[in-house]
């Protein structure tokens, strides 16, 4: 894991904006950093890199890396490094080092564009070819690494964080207000609908893309794309079987390091499978970091407590507390470039803190298997609308429904069964509660919700929206933020290709039975997880209430918050304090309001 940024065009830039440039990507490679400039005459590059060393610890991989004309600067980790080697030195091509970084160069001098397609992994990357003076940038397939872009005329400046291109531009960017207005209205899930950012001008290169600039044209392209196309020959316990084997290979491939490994223990099924498999299959020494909440709509110390008695691993809880809260924030924020996306993006941040306390730089997640393996509650209505037809399938899974999933649930749309029977449309609920903070804006939004169509069935579209535009990549975005801004490389096992095409090759209520979500995970891995853990039912999730981080009983602290006149540009403040004392929706409330300080401290640090 590393930082990159760079600079293609007619210009020169200067030693001086390339050193200060270089000072700020010191969190994302505090190990190494440097530079690499050419001009051939018709155009300049400039490629920077910092380096957070996690495989080949030695000088000899640093970046740029240069092999023959190619220099690269790499962001990322290729998994499947060894194989992949073992297939070039079978050709007779020599390596003289043992990094992932040089397999990837000289895929790409062997292949092209269609080196792409051997890495399984995590990337965002640039090649120069000092030749011809063309330069290749690409994304991984579900953007778990960042990769930003600016262009002007026939200057393109890039980076793995906004920062990098206002410091390489020496410019200051306006706010895009109506990115801003938007998210005030519908929430973290409107963020990811296309690749603007917070700023005018500066875009997000989408996942699974990549920008080629070669024989005077600029070519994007979309190089995978998931096919959800259904196999109704795989069993459900063939599904079982082989998605188990897939994520274990995953999680096998994601410890390769040369440096000690930590994961995010939640006590949910999610973290608790990977944890489990690291110890009792790999036979790993880890660390794990869990953060515990007062609410107990949120606490998961009962089911934490399970898995670490079973794992005998370290363990270091962290309690959420109101000290430093927004002066955290606020920290945070200016370093993410945007509003942190939800408390729980919040809350992760707080663990990265103690996971750079105790030294490690790698840390595991369980990012993902929600979307994949049906784990919301509206994914069990969709799965009740995709069934319908098989009566006997259809009834057991309403009887199962309404008995273990209807008295946990809150929301008021998730207690109708027939919820998408009637509608199949219904959408209501991912923007939540839009009509009500619309109401607040001083400029309300016209919402028109639009989702991409990836299958025929309604759950599996769902599930793939969340996937690649709602939930999952504004997770990715603000974990890699959060991790970076301590120097730890994240690493998420779910999001892997061959387990992802899989798991959407199968018909999609194998992952709902009999009440339960994620049938097929939980199956996969009763062998060593802690069974009272991978089959409880009630949903937590990694969250915490908003009252247990900021006091609200503070007069003077809330009327600095919301007394801000750049904010009154945005949000009527004078009814914030009504919605305070509504206790009717404290959901919703806690999540607008913590939305709406996020863009406070957003306008104060670039506004």
């Given at each position: 894991?590393?930082?990159?940024?760079?600079?293609?065009?007619?210009?020169?830039?200067?030693?001086?904006?390339i050193?200060s440039?270089?000072?700020?990507?010191?969190?994302?490679?505090?190990?190494?950093?440097?530079?690499y400039?050419?001009?051939n005459?018709?155009?300049?590059?400039n490629?920077?890199?910092?380096?957070?060393?996690?495989?080949?610890?030695?000088?000899?991989?640093?970046?740029p890396?240069?092999?023959?004309?190619?220099?690269?600067?790499?962001?990322?980790?290729?998994?499947n490094?060894?194989?992949?080697?073992?297939?070039?030195v079978?050709?007779?091509?020599?390596?003289?080092?043992?990094?992932?970084?040089?397999?990837?160069?000289?895929?790409?001098?062997?292949?092209?564009?269609?080196?792409?397609?051997?890495?399984?992994?995590?990337?965002?990357?640039?090649?120069?070819?000092?030749?011809?003076?063309?330069?290749?940038?690409?994304?991984?397939r579900?953007?778990?690494?960042?990769?930003?872009?600016?262009?002007?005329?026939?200057?393109?400046?890039?980076g793995?964080?906004?920062?990098?291109?206002?410091?390489?531009?020496?410019?200051?960017?306006d706010?895009n207000?109506?990115?801003?207005?938007?998210?005030?209205?519908?929430?973290?899930?409107?963020?990811?609908?296309?690749?603007?950012?917070?700023?005018?001008?500066?875009?997000?290169?989408?996942?699974?893309?990549?920008?080629?600039?070669?024989?005077?044209?600029?070519?994007?392209?979309?190089y995978?794309?998931?096919?959800?196309?259904?196999?109704?020959?795989i069993?459900?316990?063939?599904a079982?079987?082989?998605?188990?084997?897939?994520?274990?290979?995953?999680?096998?491939?994601?410890?390769?390091?040369?440096?000690?490994?930590?994961i995010?223990?939640?006590?949910?099924?999610?973290?608790?499978?990977?944890?489990?498999?690291?110890?009792?299959?790999?036979?790993?020494?880890?660390?794990?970091?869990?953060?515990?909440?007062?609410?107990?709509?949120?606490?998961?110390?009962?089911?934490?407590?399970?898995i670490?008695?079973?794992?005998?691993?370290?363990?270091?809880?962290?309690?959420?507390?109101?000290?430093?809260?927004?002066k955290?924030?606020?920290?945070?924020?200016?370093?993410?470039?945007?509003?942190?996306?939800s408390?729980?993006?919040?809350?992760?941040?707080?663990?990265?803190?103690?996971?750079?306390?105790?030294?490690?730089?790698?840390?595991?997640?369980?990012?993902?298997?929600?979307?994949?393996?049906?784990?919301?509650?509206d994914?069990?209505?969709?799965?009740?609308?995709?069934?319908?037809?098989?009566?006997?399938?259809?009834?057991?899974?309403?009887?199962?429904?309404?008995k273990?999933?209807?008295?946990?649930?809150?929301?008021?749309?998730?207690?109708?069964?027939?919820?998408?029977?009637?509608?199949?449309?219904?959408?209501?609920?991912?923007?939540?509660?839009?009509?009500?903070?619309?109401?607040?804006?001083?400029?309300?939004?016209?919402?028109?919700?639009?989702?991409?169509?990836y299958?025929?069935?309604?759950?599996?579209?769902?599930?793939?929206?969340?996937?690649?535009?709602?939930?999952?990549?504004?997770?990715?975005?603000?974990?890699?933020?959060?991790?970076?801004?301590?120097?730890?490389?994240?690493?998420?096992?779910?999001l892997?290709?061959?387990?992802?095409e899989?798991?959407?090759?199968?018909?999609?209520?194998?992952?709902i039975?009999?009440g339960l979500?994620?049938?097929?995970?939980?199956?996969?891995?009763?062998?060593?997880?802690?069974?009272?853990?991978?089959f409880?039912?009630?949903?937590?999730?990694f969250?915490?209430?908003?009252?247990?981080?900021?006091?609200?009983?503070d007069?003077?602290?809330?009327?600095?918050?919301?007394?801000?006149?750049?904010?009154k540009?945005?949000?009527?403040?004078?009814?914030?304090?009504?919605?305070?004392?509504?206790?009717?929706s404290?959901?919703?409330?806690?999540?607008?309001?913590?939305?709406?300080?996020?863009?406070k401290?957003?306008?104060?640090h670039?506004?």
């Open positions: 894991m590393c930082g990159i940024a760079g600079y293609f065009g007619n210009e020169k830039l200067s030693s001086k904006i050193l440039t270089l000072d700020l990507m010191k969190t994302r490679g505090p190990d190494f950093s440097d530079s400039t050419h001009n005459g018709k155009k300049s590059v490629l920077l890199h910092s380096r957070l060393s996690i495989i080949d610890l030695k000088k000899r991989s640093h970046q890396y240069t092999v023959g004309n190619f220099i690269i600067i790499f962001n990322g980790e290729i998994y490094f060894k194989e992949l080697r073992k297939k070039l079978n050709e007779n091509i020599n390596f003289i080092t043992s990094s992932d970084t040089e397999v990837l160069l000289k895929y790409f001098i062997k292949y092209g564009e269609k080196c792409l397609n051997f890495f399984e992994g995590m990337w965002s990357f640039a090649i120069y070819n000092k030749v011809n003076g063309e330069l290749f940038l690409a994304r991984d579900f953007g778990e690494k960042p990769l930003f872009y600016y262009k002007e005329g026939g200057n393109f400046y890039f793995s964080e906004i920062k990098y291109i206002k410091s390489l531009t020496q410019k200051k960017f706010i207000k109506n990115k801003i207005n938007i998210f005030l209205a519908n929430g973290y899930k409107s963020l990811c609908k296309n690749n603007d950012t917070f700023f005018k001008k500066i875009f997000s290169l989408n996942s699974g893309e990549f920008i080629w600039f070669k024989n005077k044209e600029c070519i994007k392209k979309k995978w794309k998931l096919k959800s196309k259904e196999d109704p020959q069993s459900e316990t063939e079982i079987e082989e998605s188990g084997r897939l994520l274990q290979n995953s999680i096998k491939l994601r410890t390769r390091s040369d440096v000690p490994l930590s995010c223990l939640s006590g949910g099924v999610d973290s608790s499978v990977i944890a489990s498999y690291c110890v009792k299959n790999l036979n790993l020494k880890i660390k794990t970091f869990s953060l515990i909440d007062g609410d107990e709509r949120y606490n998961e110390k009962k089911n934490i407590k399970i670490l008695d079973d794992l005998k691993c370290e363990n270091t809880i962290i309690k959420t507390e109101k000290k430093d809260t927004l955290r924030l606020s920290e945070l924020v200016k370093y993410h470039d945007s509003p942190v996306a408390i729980a993006q919040y809350l992760h941040s707080m663990l990265m803190e103690e996971v750079k306390k105790d030294g490690y730089k790698v840390n595991m997640s369980g990012t993902a298997a929600d979307e994949m393996y049906s784990g919301y509650y994914h069990f209505l969709q799965n009740l609308n995709t069934i319908k037809t098989d009566k006997n399938l259809y009834y057991n899974e309403l009887k199962s429904w309404k273990f999933i209807l008295p946990n649930v809150r929301n008021k749309f998730f207690k109708n069964h027939n919820l998408y029977n009637k509608d199949v449309n219904f959408r209501e609920h991912i923007y939540d509660r839009y009509n009500e903070r619309n109401k607040l804006l001083v400029n309300p939004v016209i919402n028109k919700f639009k989702e991409k169509k299958s025929e069935n309604l759950h599996n579209n769902r599930k793939l929206n969340e996937l690649f535009h709602e939930t999952t990549p504004i997770i990715l975005f603000n974990e890699d933020h959060n991790s970076m801004k301590y120097s730890i490389e994240n690493r998420s096992p779910f892997d290709k061959n387990l992802v899989f798991i959407f090759s199968v018909k999609p209520h194998f992952n039975k009999n979500s994620k049938n097929l995970l939980r199956s996969s891995s009763k062998k060593f997880v802690k069974n009272k853990v991978l409880d039912r009630k949903k937590k999730g969250n915490s209430s908003i009252e247990s981080l900021i006091d609200f009983k007069d003077k602290l809330i009327k600095n918050l919301f007394d801000d006149e750049r904010l540009e945005f949000v009527n403040t004078k009814n914030i304090f009504k919605i305070l004392g509504d206790k009717k404290s959901n919703y409330i806690s999540k607008f309001i913590f939305d709406i300080i996020n863009i401290f957003f306008l104060k670039n506004y």
